[in-house]
């Protein structure tokens, strides 16, 4: 059996992945090791808790002894998802951003240091590259330019990943992947956010103008990509994953989409103020990664609808999470800002006006 240590594996993506792995991987035992912050959810994992290649275990990144303590378990590859995630949030405070992002990845790299692991995979985000042009595609070879205290905090990640391995020899991939979206996401991120907002007949609040562009990547195709790179990816290398669909869709041109799957009015949407150092278009080149022989497959379209039906299906998952820790951040995230002209707090529609029967 091949000893595996994931990392944040009770957020949306990392649990996306366990169950991935456990479906295509029978010669892995996993240990997934997640401090369980507000976005760390063992339900996302309940269908597999029994399963004997399924271990989790509550601790946090940046904590050497609870770390080492996992790694004698004889892990052989490491698979960092965690992280704090939320653009937003890292506006309002950064230290967290920090303490896993920076101090978090040292400790992991230090832990695949001492005990001789075969791989530190990282999971890193597009973001460090900064926004990019309309026509242009960062490419790995890239500075990073991050905007955020988010984005930063995972490009100094990536840094310290490299100088592991320039230094210490610790053999690593990184992989920068763009939005992704599908089950589980915490109803912070837009997509997730606006599905369920709808669904609990709310408007929805499209930052500025609604004209920034995201590449969307399906979590299926990402975890795709994953194991392609584990498999193929040159140690030492750091690999762009992107769904390059075209044409790229603006925020409001998605928005439009997920209102249409739910046969909502365009009356839903509020223009609110937009988010401070708001990246205008991320797009990735995804040369390296395709030579090795990956594509996305999921369209943006399809992707939507299933990901739309899956929320629609689950309210069971999401509605707790809205009643608690995330109604007061989504309060004070979207209250009327004194400096604005406009309100950025979204409306409850006052009935059905503006729905077209969701
Ligand atoms: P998420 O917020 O849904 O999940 C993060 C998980 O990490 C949670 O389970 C949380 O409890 C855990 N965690 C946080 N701090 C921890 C710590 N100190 N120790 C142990 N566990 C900790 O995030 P996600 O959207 O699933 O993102 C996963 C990874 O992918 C992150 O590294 C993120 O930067 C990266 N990424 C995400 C996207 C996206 O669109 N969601 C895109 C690019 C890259
Ligand atoms: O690009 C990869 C990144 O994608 C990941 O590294 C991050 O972890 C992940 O959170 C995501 O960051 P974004 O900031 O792009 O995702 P978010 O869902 O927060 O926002 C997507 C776009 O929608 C962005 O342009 C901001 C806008 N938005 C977001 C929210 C929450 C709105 O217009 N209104 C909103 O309420």
Redesign the pocket.
């Known amino acids: 059996m091949i000893r595996v240590l994931i990392?944040?594996?009770?957020?949306?993506?990392?649990s996306n992945y366990i169950h991935h792995a456990l479906r295509v991987h029978p010669d892995w035992e996993i240990w997934n090791?997640?401090?369980?912050?507000y976005?760390?959810n063992l339900a996302n994992l309940k269908d597999i808790e029994q399963d004997a290649r399924y271990h989790f275990v509550k601790?946090?990144?940046?904590d050497a002894a609870a770390v080492a303590a996992v790694m004698k378990n004889g892990i052989e590859l490491i698979i960092n998802?965690?992280?704090?995630?939320?653009v937003d949030r890292s506006i309002k405070g950064s230290q967290e951003f920090l303490?896993?992002g920076v101090l978090?990845v040292q400790t992991l790299l230090d832990a695949a240091k001492e005990h001789g692991a075969k791989l530190f995979y990282q999971?890193?985000?597009?973001e460090v590259y900064g926004d990019v042009e309309a026509g242009q595609y960062s490419t790995e070879a890239d500075i990073l330019r991050p905007s955020s205290p988010y984005s930063a905090a995972?490009a100094a990640g990536d840094l310290l990943v490299l100088a592991y391995a320039r230094t210490h020899g610790v053999p690593v991939i990184i992989s920068r992947?763009?939005?992704?979206y599908g089950p589980h996401?915490?109803p912070e991120?837009m997509l997730a956010l606006f599905v369920t907002n709808l669904l609990e007949n709310k408007h929805v609040p499209l930052y500025g103008d609604g004209q920034q562009i995201r590449d969307w990547l399906h979590v299926d195709d990402h975890c795709r990509a994953i194991d392609l790179l584990l498999d193929k990816g040159r140690r030492g290398e750091v690999y762009n994953v992107g769904a390059n669909h075209q044409p790229e869709l603006t925020n409001l041109q998605v928005t439009r989409l997920i209102l249409d799957e739910l046969k909502a009015d365009a009356a839903m949407i509020d223009f609110v103020t937009d988010r401070p150092g708001h990246d205008r278009r991320y797009a990735v080149d995804t040369a390296k990664v395709s030579v090795l022989g990956w594509k996305p497959l999921v369209a943006p379209e399809e992707g939507l609808r299933r990901t739309v039906r899956w929320y629609k299906d689950n309210p069971d998952w999401w509605r707790p999470i809205k009643s608690g820790e995330f109604l007061k951040y989504y309060q004070e995230q979207y209250r009327k800002s004194p400096s604005s002209s406009h309100p950025s707090f979204p409306r409850q529609s006052s009935g059905q006006a503006g729905r077209r029967g969701v």
């Open positions: 990392t944040g594996g009770a957020g949306f993506i990392g090791f997640d401090k369980l912050t976005a760390g601790g946090d990144i940046a998802f965690a992280a704090e995630s939320h303490m896993t978090g999971i890193s985000t597009d995972k992947c763009t939005n992704n996401q915490y991120k």
